[in-house]
């Protein structure tokens, strides 16, 4: 079975659409979205909708949360405040309820195999995961095949113990993790993950998806987004 894990779309459709349509073409049987799906980007309600459309599992992440005002560790800066009001705005109420259907955690079995997915960790979707990190999965690896999750941005994976960790990256906001901080720039590339699962155990493909960066300046130029200049400034020239 092949398993389509995408995550922290950030309200970018045009990243979106790239990756559906490679799934798409590729073909997968499930697929799983991993959180994060519309707030910060200019396009919201598209990116919703499209998700919607999919009809897959979604979990809760930590931006989702923050928009329907759960408690989240970020702190929140005025600009994002704005943000947020605008795209409360563009998703309403229907929206609202939607993100709010979105579940902490999902659970799948594929091929006798236990898939769990989550945000940041099965814990909290503000936990931070890294290559790194240590003991944080601990308490979920006897019980689980395949752990999934989003948050930091960025693909990896690791065995630890007998399960396999797999973060596919981000669907609308990627770039470069080895650039200095104040030198971090988005790149027109939606991230996502394939995940194939058999008898002999689940294997990680990366896929990395170009998208029309031209398309997504008239889109978040056109939108109304509060700091639209200030975003545009964050991509790549």
Not at 82 to 111: C, D, K, M, N, Y
Not at 114 to 121: A, F, K, M, N, R
Not at 153 to 178: C, K
């Amino acid at each position: 079975m092949r398993l389509a894990l995408l995550s922290d779309q950030h309200g970018n459709d045009v990243a979106f659409r790239a990756v559906v349509e490679d799934v798409q073409r590729i073909g997968a049987d499930a697929l799983v979205c991993l959180g994060d799906a519309v707030q910060g980007g200019a396009q919201p309600a598209e990116t919703l909708e499209r998700l919607m459309a999919l009809d897959c599992p979604t979990v809760l992440g930590n931006a989702d949360a923050f928009l329907f005002g759960a408690d989240v560790a970020e702190e929140t800066t005025p600009e994002q405040a704005e943000v947020r009001a605008w795209t409360l705005e563009q998703i309403g109420a229907a929206g609202i309820e939607r993100l709010r259907s979105f579940q902490p955690t999902v659970e799948l079995e594929l091929e006798g195999h236990t898939v769990l997915c989550c945000h940041g960790s099965p814990r909290s979707y503000d936990d931070i995961l890294l290559p790194e990190s240590e003991g944080a999965l601990d308490p979920w690896l006897a019980d689980t095949d395949l752990i999934a999750g989003g948050h930091t941005h960025r693909q990896w994976t690791r065995r630890i113990g007998e399960a396999l960790f797999v973060n596919p990256g981000s669907v609308g906001l990627a770039y470069d993790h080895h650039r200095p901080r104040d030198e971090i720039r988005f790149v027109p590339v939606a991230e996502y993950a394939l995940v194939f699962v058999d008898a002999a155990g689940p294997a990680v493909e990366f896929r990395r998806v170009g998208y029309n960066i031209e398309e997504l300046r008239e889109a978040v130029l056109a939108s109304g987004r509060p700091h639209r200049e200030d975003h545009l400034a964050m991509y790549e020239p």
